[in-house]
């Protein structure tokens, strides 16, 4: 289901896992297993429009024009440090990606994004990236990595999370109206602290068991 550069990925298999992931008794090891195969299913979505290009290849019977995905190598670029989980699980599916990497953390009083580390693959004008987050709260994480990414001037932005809270796709499509939002729900609203509701709590103690 997509509608204003936002889609949600509807499958019933993304559905039913998320919903094995946000209970609140799911073990460690059960949300980093279901956290790494939504993320297998979402980046098959966020994927399915690369370019393809016709190579000639030899089949045991045959020679033809076969697809392979154009261009350079995608970029997964993690949001440090949830991002990990998803990333790991889409570098199943993308096993020859390229990772970056930006470190980001929420200020707790302002809930400004403050960058402490960054790195990027190089050739970026010819790449394709992907921006991993599983959470679009305030969106100020979002908008800062992408903001860095754009400075690179690669071919192409998408934005991959789990779950998308109302303020912060506003906020994200304030600051990157062209950039596409992938995401398996959207859920009600954010809280006092900045946390998604109903949601699933904090990702990164949940997936790294620091809680
Ligand atoms: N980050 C999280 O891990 N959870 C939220 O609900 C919001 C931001």
Redesign the pocket.
């Known amino acids: 289901m997509s509608t204003n550069n936002v889609t949600v990925v509807d499958h019933p298999l993304v559905q039913h896992k998320l919903s094995l992931l946000r209970q609140k008794d799911r073990s460690t090891s059960g949300f980093r297993t279901l956290l790494g195969e939504i993320s297998m299913l979402l980046v098959y979505e966020v994927t399915r429009d690369l370019k393809l290009t016709y190579r000639s290849i030899e089949t045991p019977l045959a020679t033809m024009q076969a697809p392979s995905i154009d261009g350079k190598k995608v970029v997964l670029l993690n949001i440090l440090r949830?991002g990990t989980g998803m990333v790991e699980g889409m570098l199943r599916i993308l096993p020859s990606a390229r990772v970056g990497n930006i470190g980001l953390y929420?200020d707790p009083e302002t809930l400004g994004a403050v960058e402490y580390y960054f790195k990027l693959p190089n050739e970026m004008s010819d790449r394709d990236v992907i921006v991993v987050d599983?959470?679009l709260?305030?969106g100020n994480s979002a908008v800062a990595a992408v903001d860095r990414v754009k400075a690179a001037n690669p071919r192409s932005i998408k934005f991959v999370c789990l779950?998308a809270?109302p303020e912060g796709i506003a906020n994200f499509q304030d600051a990157h109206p062209e950039v596409p939002i992938f995401t398996a729900a959207i859920d009600s609203h954010?809280d006092e602290h900045?946390?998604?509701?109903p949601?699933?709590?904090?990702?990164?103690?949940?997936l790294f068991g620091t809680k």
């Open positions: 949830a929420r599983p959470m709260a305030t779950l809270a954010l900045g946390y998604i509701i949601g699933l709590g904090d990702a990164g103690d949940r």
